[in-house]
T-cell receptor, first 112, second 117 residues
Framework: EDKVVQSPLSLVVHEGDTVTLNCSYE??????LLWYKQEKKAPTFLFML????IEKKSGRLSSILDKKELSSILNITATQTGDSAIYLC????????????FGTGTSLTVIP | NAGVTQTPKFRVLKTGQSMTLLCAQD?????MYWYRQDPGMGLRLIHY???????AKGEVPDGYNVSRLKKQNFLLGLESAAPSQTSVYFC????????????????FGAGSRLTVL
């Protein structure tokens, strides 16, 4: 069964729009949730969330975790063409090996 | 500081051939992982290692073998390549020491694109 589910699978917006990406998870020993951005190469780290309700922010990007709802959102305001990428959500499970489970990603395309 | 380095970056194989992907990290990380990424499937864990001399199976281990003879290196082998193994392979690592709450961020290599004909 899918441990990490992301929605939507893809999104096309115009520059300046605000987008919200969703990630829901189901793991038995949650340690952290991570967001990555992938632009045709290796994923690059955006945020790590461990506590519910505490927003992490970096420029136009922000993210928050809801442990009660087993979910997280990634917001991007005033989108730019450079935000076009696949956004991956991963959940760290705290058992042997600290396994990380990834969602299938959300493909974001920002049109000028 | 190179981080995580994967070689080769690209490779084309014929069905039945064997090959090894090398992952090297210079961050003194304990835990290393091999993932494959296919369209619409996200990243799936093949094998991982929690330290030198140890390996374990992930979600999709069939057809692959791994070795961690040195702490800094994690090798992924395909003994008899199949077209279903055409994919992009990523190596990643974390420090992996005991911590109170998630403090480990996966650091990825640049990826290795493998095509099996």
């Amino acid at each position: 069964e899918d441990k990490v589910v992301q929605s939507p699978l893809s999104l096309v917006v115009h520059e300046g729009d605000t987008v919200t990406l969703n990630c829901s998870y189901e793991v038995t020993n949650f340690r952290s949730l991570l967001w990555y951005k992938q632009e045709k190469k290796a994923p690059t780290f955006l945020f790590m969330l461990t506590s519910s309700g505490i927003e992490k922010k970096s420029g136009r990007l922000s993210s928050i975790l809801d442990k009660k709802e087993l979910s997280s959102i990634l917001n991007i305001t005033a989108t730019q063409t450079g935000d076009s990428a696949i956004y991956l959500c991963a959940v760290e499970e705290g058992r042997t090996g600290n396994q990380f489970y990834f969602g299938t990603g959300t493909s974001l395309t920002v049109i000028p | 500081n190179a981080g995580v380095t994967q070689t080769p970056k690209f490779r084309v194989l014929k069905t039945g051939q064997s090959m090894t992907l090398l992952c090297a990290q210079d961050m003194n990380h304990e835990y290393m992982y091999w993932y494959r990424q296919d369209p619409g499937m996200g990243l799936r864990l093949i094998h991982y290692s929690v330290g030198e001399g140890t390996t374990a199976k992930g979600e999709v281990p069939d057809g692959y073998n791994v070795s961690r003879l040195k702490k800094q290196n994690f090798l992924l082998g395909l003994e008899s390549a199949a077209p279903s193994q055409t994919s992009v392979y990523f190596c990643a690592s974390i420090k992996g020491t005991t911590y109170s709450s998630g403090a480990n961020v996966l650091t990825f290599g640049a990826g290795s694109r493998l095509t099996v004909l």
